[in-house]
């Protein structure tokens, strides 16, 4: 497979020779330290024999030009190009990293699903990349103060000012259904999905929608398979449904322990069925959060152990 930035990336001139381009040691000081004191700019560090990088580098490319100039890809081959991978204590790639100010602001490791990595990108332009700070965007804002302080009667305030004005704004109908979800209320934060314009992206959307689907699949009880477990830790299959359970009670965290001591114990067991249940998880846990992040470096371990 060939990645944009391995060709037009090396060009000279053009918007996309302009916004991705092959990266080196010798010259991370000028295209990350200092350009990144001007504009954001992300830095994916991969190789050629890494197979997730190959997943990755599209859909990062793609929610980068979809970005319209508004930050740039550096793309740094570790086999060539070592020592910034180092000080940065790269452990397994793909890993990825925002630059703002001539410092690492934000990233991720493993290759993310393409919908999670557009809301990456989305998320440093609106956070570094010159938002125009209208009245929809200070209300995002204060929204998002007020959940940092656990204010939920005050972000819902925000998220239905905004609604009053923007029915179908998704950011705002997403994270109304993200907060009634975690107060508890899965009807309420269904009834809020249903309001979203159909092909609306969001990541607080998508968190929302694999958190109910997660819920639906649930196990209702859970001590039989905690007994199976007992006598027997590699009963994989008491485990899955044990992390089902865990999911679908919102507890995302206990649930991604066991997905990842299954997937430890045998990656390929069942079709890979505990990788494919811990992206869900991930999800419904948003790409951003600790869940997710913790997860990813484990998992990211194991799988290049």
């Known amino acids: 497979m060939t990645l944009i930035g391995e060709t037009s990336g090396k060009a000279a001139g053009g918007p996309v020779g302009d916004l991705i381009k092959d990266g080196a040691d010798a010259s991370f000081i000028a295209d990350v330290i200092e350009a990144s004191k001007t504009q954001p700019v992300i830095v994916d560090f991969w190789a050629p024999w890494c197979g997730p990088c190959k997943q990755l580098g599209p859909a990062l490319e793609k929610a ?4 319209k100039g508004a930050v740039k890809l550096v793309k740094i081959d570790i086999d060539k190009n070592p020592g910034y991978a180092g000080q ?7 890993a990825v990293f925002a630059f ?10 493993g290759a993310l699903p393409e919908s999670q990595v557009k809301a990456f990108v989305d998320r440093l332009v609106q956070a570094v990349g010159g938002a125009e ?3 929809t965007d200070e209300l995002l804002e204060i929204a998002r103060e007020s ?10 305030q925000a998220y239905a000012q905004i ?9 705002a109908l997403g994270g109304l259904a993200r907060l009634y979800m975690q107060n508890g209320d899965p009807e309420r934060a269904r009834e809020i999905l249903a309001m979203a314009p159909e092909g609306a992206k969001d990541p607080d959307l998508d968190s929302v929608r694999a958190a109910l689907a997660l819920a639906e699949a649930a196990p209702s009880e859970t001590a039989e398979f905690e007994q199976r477990l007992a006598k027997d830790p590699d009963d994989h299959a008491a485990r899955l449904e044990l992390a089902k359970a865990l ?24 079709d890979q069925a505990a990788r494919k249940q811990l992206l869900q998880v991930f999800e419904a846990a948003g790409p951003m959060s600790e869940v997710a992040k913790q997860g990813r470096r484990r998992l990211s371990a194991i799988l290049f152990s």
Do not use: Y
């Open 64 to 67: 980068v030009l979809a970005a």
């Open 88 to 94: 940065l204590r790269v452990q397994s790639i793909p």
């Open 100 to 109: 703002d100010g001539g410092k690492p602001v934000d990233g991720f490791m």
């Open 133 to 135: 700070g209208s009245p």
């Open 147 to 156: 959940l940092e302080q656990n204010d939920l009667g005050g972000a819902a």
């Open 163 to 171: 609604l009053q004005a923007e029915p179908e704004n998704a950011k």
């Open 247 to 270: 999911a679908g009670g919102g507890r995302l965290d206990e649930a991604a322990d066991h997905l990842l001591s299954i997937i430890e114990r045998d990656r390929e067991w069942n």
